[in-house]
């Protein structure tokens, strides 16, 4: 329903608007870009750039860390402690690393990968 939804609107935005849309905001999990990408709509010389919603990518990340903590729940670690408990992986813990994460990747946008990815492990090793 999303993809065709998406690729509705881009089909009609010449014919109705006289605009070409080149850039996709989407939410990551979506079948919509991947459908407009496909159907080539306005030629070779006018490809679609996929953005990608960095609230989405927080909150992602957030998501798996739960379900690792979820699924390691009753594993004992190298130090034969449990992921989860006081000084460990706590929702308080992913809650904090998901929104430095979102701060990290929206200090970065427009700079290089590399500087993303410094900020990144930096708040892995803080």
């Given at each position: 329903m999303e993809s065709e939804g998406a690729?509705?609107?881009f089909s009609r935005s010449l014919q109705n608007y006289n605009v070409r849309y080149v850039?996709?905001?989407?939410?990551g999990d979506s079948k919509g870009f991947l459908r407009v990408q496909e159907s080539n709509i306005y030629g070779d010389e006018f490809p679609v750039?996929?953005?990608e919603c960095i609230g989405h990518v927080q909150k992602r990340m957030g998501a798996r860390l739960r379900a690792l903590k979820n699924n390691l729940k009753s594993t004992k670690l190298s130090d034969n402690k449990p992921i989860?408990?006081?000084g460990r992986l706590t929702d308080a813990e992913i809650?904090?690393?998901?929104?430095y994460y979102g701060l990290a990747i929206r200090r970065n946008v427009g700079k290089s990968v590399a500087d993303m990815s410094k900020s990144i492990w930096a708040i892995y090793f803080h």
């Amino acid at each position: 329903m999303e993809s065709e939804g998406a690729l509705r609107i881009f089909s009609r935005s010449l014919q109705n608007y006289n605009v070409r849309y080149v850039q996709y905001l989407g939410d990551g999990d979506s079948k919509g870009f991947l459908r407009v990408q496909e159907s080539n709509i306005y030629g070779d010389e006018f490809p679609v750039e996929k953005l990608e919603c960095i609230g989405h990518v927080q909150k992602r990340m957030g998501a798996r860390l739960r379900a690792l903590k979820n699924n390691l729940k009753s594993t004992k670690l190298s130090d034969n402690k449990p992921i989860s408990g006081r000084g460990r992986l706590t929702d308080a813990e992913i809650f904090l690393l998901q929104k430095y994460y979102g701060l990290a990747i929206r200090r970065n946008v427009g700079k290089s990968v590399a500087d993303m990815s410094k900020s990144i492990w930096a708040i892995y090793f803080h």
